[in-house]
């Protein structure tokens, strides 16, 4: 096969193959070389059958039934596979949910004035989740408010509640059936705590109640640390509203200092925005011969920015080495989460100055200068002077930027939703009635080098769509759909004629971008919501997740939650699981009857649309909606 031939595998994205080509020039290593050089990954783990949790240990359970069946301390498939599941979840609401308390400790610094630069955008919204929260926001400052309110959101995390705050979302029925399963999430520590507790070696040892325990934990993500992470970035740096803006490498400039934000959280990032726009620095930057200073974003940092300032996307998880490639970076600055520690080598490579920014999170040759609400104003502009500075170290033979930009729209909060809806649900209820609009479906996550890049997204996506049913997308699956030319109006056209006709009238594309990986509690919010309206549970609405390219622990702790509250969800890459049958059973099947959904796994997007295709029209018939007969 030629190299070229091997890119056309590795990635459906033009200026993705462009550039595994220069890398290869350049001499620089990817994850997809890196990916190439592990296999065959063991298949041991690949099952979940390898257990590590003790010194006992490392021990593995052999599938084929010849070898051991159980680990030295007698815990057979059935227990290291949940225990496995189990501590991924763990690990992935964990991530989530301390982003979360990060964002609360820069709200209970605005309020005792500690965090200069950072201010409530969004007072409306601090009264109104203030008021969740019990707190009576009348005839109190908005900064009296901010305090109470993060206050009252530091007990969430703790230990002694018996019930998260925000759970009062859900339908009753949904919290109903959470309390009967004894899995409404507490304390959001505590839920992982005890997870990890349960997986010590000589605790949970009953398959099932392990992962019942992770259900929990990844319920205490989805509707205590995710959706207070998105909740504060919202009240902090405002609610995002409908804009324009543009994807892909091309979005780079050659006459421009180029800087990227890459990670999850947008604290930092934020104060790069203000910094960027700052007139002094901005006239630094042409006096070094630049035309101005471009701020790009990467990833979910990249996504925050993109959703509340419309600034342009330069790529997803599987583009994060590639953009360095293109030698037109002055600076990247990172915070945490899915930044492959790989960055700061590649960018050794040319004169890319890579920061990292979060006591949590240092990574080889990156040069640390970190950020805390009080200091983060200066050390941004400090930071965003030495980018400009750094402009005349770019050699101009290394920098290649391949193609050109495309256009998306983005900002799609539910309050956005609801306003383009003309201020309730209720139209889009009508016409998923009337069946205009068949369903909804969310598809999130990640890039795996394991799936040729973005094609499950696009692939999913563009067969949904076509079958009438609305997409909303977050994370990594948003950018890929933006760089396919799926949000932008004109989209419609690859729309079915129910869904063109709807979003032809109210001037929204048919893949709708409401975030990051946080922000995908957006969807439970809008699911919560058109059931309460309807008077159903979350689980009886045709409605759907998957998650076609995923990697990450996040993901895992997302799917969870999304089944947990009754979303059907659809996998591309198989979890490590199958090496239990019976954790498969309950996972894909058993689960209907405990939380109303199910996990499917299923790597071919075209067969992923039509399991969700039927569900949806499964769903429509026993709501008593007009349905289609689906072989
Ligand atoms: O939180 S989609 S690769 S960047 S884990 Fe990571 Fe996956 Fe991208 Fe955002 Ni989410
Ligand atoms: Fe082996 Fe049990 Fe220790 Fe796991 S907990 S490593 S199965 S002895």
């Not at 919204?125 to 019990?134: D, F, I, M, N, T």
């Not at 705050?165 to 304390?187: F, H, Y």
Request: aromatic share 4%; proline share 5%; hydrophobic share 40%.
């Amino acid at each position: 096969m030629s190299e070229k031939e091997k890119y056309e595998e590795m990635t459906i994205t033009k200026d993705g193959k462009m550039m595994l080509e220069k890398a290869r020039t350049d001499g620089v290593e990817t994850v997809w070389d890196r990916y190439r050089s592990q296999l065959p990954q063991c298949g041991y783990c690949e099952l979940g059958l390898s257990c590590r949790n003790c010194v006992m240990g490392p021990c593995r359970i052999d599938p084929f039934g010849e070898g051991p069946q159980k680990g030295v301390c007698g815990a057979d498939a059935d227990i290291i596979v949940a225990r496995n599941l189990g501590r991924m979840i763990a690990a992935g609401a964990a991530s989530h949910s301390d982003h979360g308390r990060d964002l609360v400790e820069v709200l209970r610094n605005v309020a005792e004035g500690k965090a200069p630069g950072y201010e409530i955008r969004d007072e409306e919204k601090l009264r109104r989740v203030a008021s969740e929260y019990g707190i009576n926001p009348e005839r109190k400052s908005s900064l009296e408010v901010a305090k109470e309110l993060a206050y009252a959101m530091e007990e969430d995390y703790g230990t002694r509640k018996k019930a998260l705050t925000l759970v009062s979302r859900a339908p009753e029925k949904r919290r109903q059936l959470w309390n009967k399963l004894g899995i409404t999430p507490r304390g959001i520590d505590r839920e992982t705590s005890e997870m990890m507790h349960r997986t010590h070696m000589g605790v949970d040892n009953n398959w099932a109640n392990l992962l019942l325990h992770a259900l929990r934990n990844a319920l205490s993500d989805g509707w205590g640390g995710s959706m207070i992470a998105t909740e504060v970035s919202d009240i902090l740096f405002g609610t995002p509203k409908p804009v324009q803006s543009t994807v892909n490498l091309g979005v780079l400039k050659e006459d421009e200092v180029n800087i990227i934000v890459h990670g999850h959280n947008p604290v930092v990032s934020e104060m790069i925005y203000q910094a960027v726009n700052d007139e002094d620095l901005v006239k630094l930057a042409v006096e070094k011969g630049a035309r101005g200073i471009n701020l790009v974003g990467l990833c979910c940092t990249g996504n925050e920015l993109l959703m509340r300032r419309g600034i342009p996307m330069a790529g997803n998880h599987l583009m994060t080495e590639l953009v360095i490639v293109t030698g037109a970076v002055e600076m990247m600055l990172v915070d945490y989460q899915c930044i492959m520690p790989s960055l700061g080598h590649i960018a050794a490579c040319y004169h890319t100055k890579m920061i990292s920014t979060s006591d949590k999170a240092k990574y080889p040759e990156m040069v640390h200068r970190e950020f805390h609400p009080d200091n983060a104003r200066e050390l941004a502009k400090e930071l965003v002077r030495e980018a400009v500075e750094n402009f005349m170290n770019r050699n101009p033979d290394k920098v290649y930027i391949p193609v050109d930009p495309i256009n998306l729209m983005s900002g799609f909060s539910v309050e956005a939703i609801v306003e383009a809806l003309g201020g309730s649900l209720d139209p889009l209820i009508d016409v998923v009635k009337e069946g205009k609009i068949r369903g909804i479906a969310g598809i999130v996550g990640c890039n795996n080098p394991k799936i040729k890049h973005d094609h499950g997204h696009v692939t999913l996506t563009k067969a949904l769509i076509e079958n009438d049913i609305l997409v909303v997308d977050t994370g990594c699956a948003a950018i890929a759909n933006g760089k396919a030319g799926l949000k932008v109006l004109e989209a419609t056209n690859k729309a079915g004629s129910g869904l063109k006709e709807v979003c032809e009238v109210l001037k929204i594309p048919p893949v709708l971008h409401v975030g990051s990986c946080v922000d995908n509690v957006r969807i439970l919010v809008a699911v919560a919501a058109l059931a309460n309206e309807l008077g159903v549970d979350m689980s009886d609405l045709p409605v759907a997740g998957a998650a076609p390219e995923w990697y990450s622990e996040k993901a895992v702790s997302i799917g969870a939650y999304m089944v947990g509250s009754g979303i059907y969800t659809v996998l591309g890459p198989a979890p490590p699981v199958l090496g239990s049958a019976k954790v498969v059973d309950l996972l894909t099947g058993g689960l209907e009857d405990l939380v109303g959904a199910t996990f499917a796994v299923e790597p071919d997007p075209e067969k992923a649309a039509d399991l969700i295709i039927r569900h949806v029209e499964k769903k429509r018939k026993s709501l008593g909606l007009p349905f289609r007969e689906v072989s």
